[in-house]
């Protein structure tokens, strides 16, 4: 069964957020599973010398690299979808932490009076991705109004500009 959609929407663009997303989970994953395995080694080299110390480090080592695997899957597995959607009739982001949060934000495209694009910093600019924010005629920068993580966020907001522009 597919989901209903109002009359006359089309879809414009889809994509998902800027990979940039998996770097520090990548990053912190190397280094505490380097942690653990520092720390399997150290017991190993105790064991003979400090028997107490060498179960202490082992079962240190045993329950990080078990939590660290953990927490890595579900970050990735969190991340393995598309996140914003753009037709003529309405722009819909969502936010999906595997069992734990899904939100899904919904503007329509005739409550955005302008679009927004930000890249703040050397790496936004160098990697292309930034936010995209909706003036829906609120008062100051609405957290809710706004889509993090966006690549291209300047063409993204040049496509929505001119759908409003032909409304």
């Not at 991340?79 to 309405?90: H, L, Y």
């Not at 292309?128 to 966006?150: H, P």
Request: aromatic share 10%; charged share 20%; glycine share 6%.
């Amino acid at each position: 069964m597919s989901p209903r959609t109002p009359e006359g929407e089309r879809l414009i663009d889809i994509f998902s957020t800027h990979w940039i997303k998996y770097v520090v989970p990548v990053v912190l994953y190397v280094l505490l599973t380097g942690t653990s395995i520092l720390l399997f080694s150290i017991a190993g080299m105790s064991a003979h010398t400090a028997e107490g110390f060498s179960h202490v480090a082992f079962f240190i080592a045993l329950i990080l690299i078990l939590i660290v695997h953990h927490w890595f899957f579900h970050s990735i597995m969190s991340e393995g979808m598309v996140d914003i959607f753009i037709t003529n009739k309405r722009i819909i982001s969502m936010r999906d932490r595997l069992f734990f949060c899904e939100d899904m934000h919904e503007v329509n495209i005739e409550r955005i009076r302008a679009v927004e694009a930000q890249e703040h910093g050397i790496l936004q600019n160098i990697f292309r991705y930034g936010n995209l924010w909706f003036d829906t005629g609120g008062s100051g920068m609405d957290k809710s109004a706004t889509i993090e993580l966006v690549p291209h966020p300047h063409r993204r907001a040049k496509t929505i500009m001119s759908m409003l522009e032909m409304k």
